[in-house]
């Protein structure tokens, strides 16, 4: 080895101690990022922001309806927990004289907000049906002549619809046959030819004659109501008039169905705290009858009609006289869920809100 290579060698033996230095420095500076990086997703998780927000539960985008009158299995799930907050809302400072309806525990599987699925069957009590095309407005079609709501039904979607016709133009939306009213063999049939996605017969939401699917019908042909842009004034104002989705996609995982356009008539105080607060009417019963019992707080809820309604919830029984208390001199509905009990709804007072 010459004095030259000598010389040199120091020089090599600093360039790759240099070399590692760096490494390692790169390599200290990746990990501490990487444990910054666990210290942030994991502050994310505990306080529910960024990447682990809640995703806001509207409907945005609809699925497309499924086979025409059956129940589509699709949808995304989600759930809601119900915001009760309501810090513009008045409540007058009176009492309510209360009387008593005695019920029966029959009565229990009648009136506007009966739960129907496989294990709570319909018994179908005698309800009044009427043939949509002799009390139908013109801003609406259906398929054909002998296609069944309740009449009440009818004359609050005929209010509906006209308001729709009024706000967007548009009188295309359609009620096939089978997305109404159904009787036991209707549904029957319907099992029969499609067992994997049809209701059993008996536990079919359209059985109460106050559910009903609209699609659209034109020179296309027939296509989902989420197929035109103003079907969205039907998502935002069906509650006003007594109306909410019963099978929302996002609900899935509760109801077992998936088929965002089948409507079905509740009542507008309850159609409107579903709305307001994203349930279904599974969600709904089981939020009365644990939160807001007669002997309770009872619920207060403003609606579009311009007033205040009070709603609460009465333990039903399997025998005997069940006694109802409903207010005096004032309007009221009283509905069985048919599950265990009665859901009462008044009229309270007028709105409290300044009209914008």
Not at 96 to 101: D, F, K, P, Q, T
Not at 310 to 325: C, H, K, L, N, S
């Amino acid at each position: 080895m010459n004095r030259n290579s000598m010389h040199n060698q120091p020089i090599r033996r600093y360039r790759r101690q240099k070399g590692y230095d760096s490494a390692r420095r790169i390599t200290v500076l990746m990990m501490a990022g990487i444990i910054l990086l666990g210290v942030v997703v994991f502050v994310m998780s505990l306080t529910g922001t960024g990447l682990f927000a809640d995703r806001d539960p509207s409907d945005g985008n609809e699925l497309p309806v499924g086979t025409e009158g059956s129940d589509d299995l699709s949808g995304e799930e989600s759930s809601s927990e119900p915001d009760e907050s309501t810090p513009d809302l008045i409540i007058p400072d009176e009492d309510v004289e209360y009387e008593y309806l005695n019920l029966t525990p029959e009565d229990i599987k009648k009136g506007d907000l009966l739960l129907i699925d496989a294990t709570h069957p319909y018994t179908f009590p005698s309800v009044q049906m009427a043939y949509i095309a002799e009390y139908k407005s013109s801003s609406y079609k259906i398929g054909g002549t002998r296609i069944s709501l309740q009449l009440k039904v009818i004359h609050e979607m005929n209010k509906m619809m006209d308001a729709f016709e009024a706000a967007t133009g548009m009188k295309d939306a359609i009620i096939q046959p089978g997305n109404a009213y159904r009787s036991f063999d209707d549904q029957k049939k319907l099992y029969d030819k499609n067992p994997t996605s049809a209701a059993v017969p008996g536990s079919s939401d359209y059985h109460t004659g106050a559910s009903f699917l609209f699609q659209i019908y034109n020179e296309v042909g027939i296509s989902p109501m989420s197929s035109r842009s103003e079907s969205i004034w039907l998502k935002e104002n069906a509650h006003d008039y007594g109306f909410t989705f019963r099978f929302p996609a996002d609900k899935k995982h509760i109801t077992g169905y998936s088929v965002p356009w089948q409507m079905r008539y509740v009542g507008i105080s309850h159609a409107t705290y579903m709305y307001d607060k994203f349930l279904c009417l599974e969600e709904y019963l089981a939020f009365l009858s644990e939160k807001h019992k007669y002997a309770g707080e009872h619920l207060f809820v403003e609606c579009g009609d311009g007033y205040i309604y009070e709603v609460f919830y009465v333990e039903g029984a399997t025998e005997g006289v069940i006694q109802v208390p409903v207010p005096k001199n004032r309007e009221y509905t009283v509905s069985g869920d048919n599950q265990k009990g009665f859901v009462v709804s008044f009229k309270l007072c007028a709105s409290t809100k300044t009209a914008e």
